[in-house]
């Protein structure tokens, strides 16, 4: 399974980005996806994940009300759009999938990993 994530940049404080993330294998829309974030110097954090079908979302604290995860049902692509931005989510974004149907949160639940894109807030 091969897993390739798009859409990060350059944004200024306060703007949005959409990462969208897209699964090599179509059994990817029986799994749940994530979204993980390394920020230099610092251990990858979850940030973000979805239900296989979209039923069920979670999200780290510090992104709550301003990001925002969703597919489309049936598909193995996972979105994650990001409004009001600050520079302390600048990271790189790796989207994963995972073993099995739930969104969890925890990185060992996940058995494919993409590489990441980089987002970069700036002040």
């Known amino acids: 399974v091969q897993l390739q994530a798009y859409g990060g940049g350059l944004v200024q404080a306060g703007g949005s980005l959409r990462l969208s993330c897209t699964s090599s294998?179509?059994?990817?829309?029986?799994?749940?996806m994530g979204w993980f974030r390394q920020a230099a110097g610092k251990e990858r954090e979850f940030v973000a994940a979805?239900?296989?079908?979209?039923?069920?979302?979670s999200y780290a604290d510090s992104v709550k009300g301003r990001f925002t995860i969703y597919r489309e049902k049936g598909k193995s692509t996972v979105y994650l759009q990001m409004n009001s931005l600050k520079p302390e989510d600048t990271a790189n974004y790796y989207c994963?999938?995972?073993?099995?149907?739930?969104?969890?949160?925890?990185?060992?639940?996940?058995?494919?990993w993409g590489r990441g894109t980089l987002v970069t807030v700036s002040s």
């Open positions: 994963a999938q995972n073993r099995w149907a739930g969104a969890g949160s925890e990185s060992s639940g996940y058995a494919y």
């Open positions: 294998r179509r059994t990817g829309s029986n799994n749940g």
């Open positions: 979805i239900n296989w079908d979209g039923s069920s979302t």
